[in-house]
């Protein structure tokens, strides 16, 4: 008789207890139990040292986790609210890609027309707006203004353009990607300028109130080879000097911001360290007196420069796209995903970072499921200690004065670029390896595609830069 023939329900005592719960024979067995079953199967090897690992630096990772690790209240994330149309899928984000000044109004509507459906727009302020955006209809889109210099010009110009159209002012979506500190690390002028220029701008955007006029960037540290935690630590540390400058009101300034946050190798610490992002932030609001729930801030998230390396194009791509699905696990609303040297870029480089978001939707479903990571003792307990780092973090940052006093002692600039030199060291010895860089470099014909951009950093400044820089001068070079 056939397995395909057979009647389950004409021999019921084939499969017997088809609901019993067998697990109730087995005795539970501990976390420890576990632990000391792997100490004897390592048969004198240290535990530790031969099965645990370090994140960033800080934080043990153990090799399993059990239900011991996780808080005592843990829930699914929400990172957005339920879409008002009816039929959207339970997570939606927006597939950003960049606009540059010399683009034509074709190039953009093509994009537009082939999976993006949020632009970052790259403008000095004097820019022709009514030619570059030619049949660009803001109401369906976002739109975030990444100012090359003053802010104030870029943002005017831009409502002015959205008000020309016609848009109600409520459907203008995005935001500005600037914070105060920008006046410090690119302009090299006190903190206090960033303030007064910050007060403009939010005044400016009152008229559209979901555009964030303010954006927590920290990118402007991970990207220069800080701590991507600390980097967190440092934007909320600018956010507690902004509130407590008194110049804007502290309902307003967090209805005003925006939460930026550059991905990337660790896959599921990006992703615990998204999340931890929105409840620290949701935290923070609290101790003001706001009460803001986590999904309703916005986070955009680009993918990282400081993984990626001139020396191998495909590993790239292959990069690019697990640090976007962490940006999507981790909550990311909108996915910026940035080819390495994006200016620079051909158009299958760009098309492919555009489909990358596509292929997380159609054909990987992550869209389908607000939080596929819920319920992951792995991910929850590591979304729980990030909050603890960043709590305490900020503790100290405010014992030492608050972030604009260890800025102006140097701190900040000492921390990010001793971090970097010992990395790109590391990396350049051998101590990590890269694919497709120091361990199985690609063939010759692949470095020739991209030529190599010479880092130069003022006193003041941050600037990106690649972990794989030193290897790349040395290669290139010979």
């Given at each position: ?7 389950w ?6 499969y ?9 024979e ?49 829930s ?17 984000w ?21 999976g ?36 104030i ?40 300028l ?42 909320m ?31 599921f610490?990006?992703?615990a ?29 680009q ?11 495909h ?33 299958l ?24 990571t ?53 990396y ?51």
């Amino acid at each position: 008789m056939g397995i395909a023939n057979f009647d389950w329900l004409a021999y019921p005592s084939y499969y017997p207890n088809m609901t019993q719960n067998l697990f109730s024979e087995f005795a539970p067995t501990s976390k420890s139990d576990w632990i000391q079953q792997a100490i004897k199967d390592l048969k004198g090897r240290d535990f530790d040292q031969t099965l645990t690992s370090t994140l960033w630096e800080k934080i043990t990772l153990q090799p399993f986790y059990t239900s011991e690790d996780i808080p005592e209240k843990v829930s699914s994330k929400i990172f957005h609210p339920e879409s008002e149309i009816l039929g959207m899928s339970a997570r939606n984000w927006s597939n950003a890609v960049s606009v540059y000044p010399d683009f034509s109004s074709s190039q953009i509507l093509e994009v537009l027309q082939h999976g993006a459906d949020a632009l970052v727009l790259h403008l000095h302020g004097f820019e022709d707006l009514t030619q570059l955006l030619a049949g660009v209809i803001p109401e369906y889109i976002s739109i975030f203004i990444r100012p090359i210099g003053n802010p104030i010009p870029a943002l005017k110009q831009f409502f002015d353009w959205a008000d020309q159209t016609g848009t109600d002012p409520e459907k203008i979506k995005g935001g500005l990607l600037w914070a105060p500190s920008d006046v410090v690390f690119d302009w090299n002028e006190p903190f206090g300028l960033g303030l007064e220029v910050l007060e403009e701008l939010i005044e400016m955007s009152e008229p559209y109130p979901n555009f964030k006029p303010l954006t927590l960037k920290t990118s402007r540290y991970s990207e220069a080879g800080g701590d991507p935690v600390q980097a967190i630590v440092w934007s909320m540390g600018e956010l507690i000097e902004i509130l407590d400058s008194e110049q804007v009101s502290v309902d307003r300034l967090f209805q005003s911001i925006l939460l930026e946050a550059s991905i990337g190798e660790s896959h599921f610490g990006e992703i615990a360290r998204l999340r931890a992002f929105r409840e620290a932030m949701s935290r923070l609001a609290a101790t003001y007196d706001v009460q803001i729930p986590e999904e309703k801030w916005e986070l955009i998230a680009q993918t990282a420069q400081w993984s990626k390396s001139v020396l191998d194009v495909h590993t790239n791509l292959i990069r690019q796209t697990y640090e976007a699905m962490a940006g999507v696990l981790g909550g990311a609303n909108h996915l910026w995903l940035r080819p390495i040297l994006e200016e620079d870029a051909g158009e299958l480089e760009q098309r492919i970072a555009r489909n990358v978001s596509t292929i997380l939707k159609e054909e990987s479903y992550l869209d389908k499921i607000m939080d596929p990571t819920a319920g992951s003792f792995y991910i929850d307990s590591l979304t729980s200690t990030l909050v603890d780092i960043l709590k305490k973090g900020l503790k100290d940052l405010v014992g030492m004065g608050g972030w604009q006093s260890i800025l102006e002692k140097g701190s900040i600039h000492e921390s990010v670029r001793s971090r970097r030199q010992a990395i790109q060291q590391a990396y350049f010895d051998g101590d990590f390896s890269k694919i497709g860089v120091n361990k199985y470099p690609a063939l010759p014909v692949l470095q020739k595609n991209y030529s190599l951009d010479y880092f130069e950093e003022k006193s003041n400044e941050l600037n990106p830069t690649r972990a794989s820089y030193l290897v790349e001068l040395k290669t290139l070079e010979q």
